[in-house]
């Protein structure tokens, strides 16, 4: 089985779900666990897709197998929520003032309201919260990027992933397919046996980069 970047995600009827976006790897088993799919005629959000339903996947089409697949059914790949800053449990202080809620709300034309002047002399500024993501994947899998960089033991940038092979049985990344270079590629097939940790962004091999470039 291959996954590529941009390959249609369809149903077993043919309708359009989306595209591949990424893969999700166990590092230390090397088993494929999940797909990620970019929003699509059928999923308005990139959904978290269990590699059990996928039926058939060729380089450029991954048909997912009978069956209701109602999108809600998909975890979303990625939650985002907002938490406070400092959870205190009492309103925050500034001067002799009190901010309420209340004060967050009102719209102004222009921009962050809290870039206003008018309520910057009152004592109001942005609200202490922060923007958390957290994505639906499996504890201690890796939702692997298309063109992760993929370095040599040495640490040497020796590619980029184009293409993931996968043993259909098993659910096993069986080998990677990495290029390098702009205008004239060279492709490298590179046995999982020779992936030695694996990030989101980046790939490292137990081989040396001499090795590599020895291959066909």
Known sequence: MQFKENAEVLTSRGDKVGQIDRVVID???KELTHLIVKKGLLFTEDKVVPFDLVETATEDRIVLKEGPQDPDDFPDFEKAHFIPVEETGTPEKRGSKI???LAWYYPLPGGAWWRHR???NRGISKPPYVRKTEVNI?????ALEEGAKVVSKEGEHVGNIEQVYADEEEQRVTHLL???GLISKSRKLIPSMWVDSVREDEVRLSIGERFVEKLP
């Open 138 to 142: 499996p504890e201690g899998t890796v």
């Open 178 to 180: 990495i290029s390098k």
């Open 118 to 120: 008018s309520l910057a």
């Open 99 to 101: 901010l309420t809620p």
């Open 27 to 29: 590092p230390g088993s």
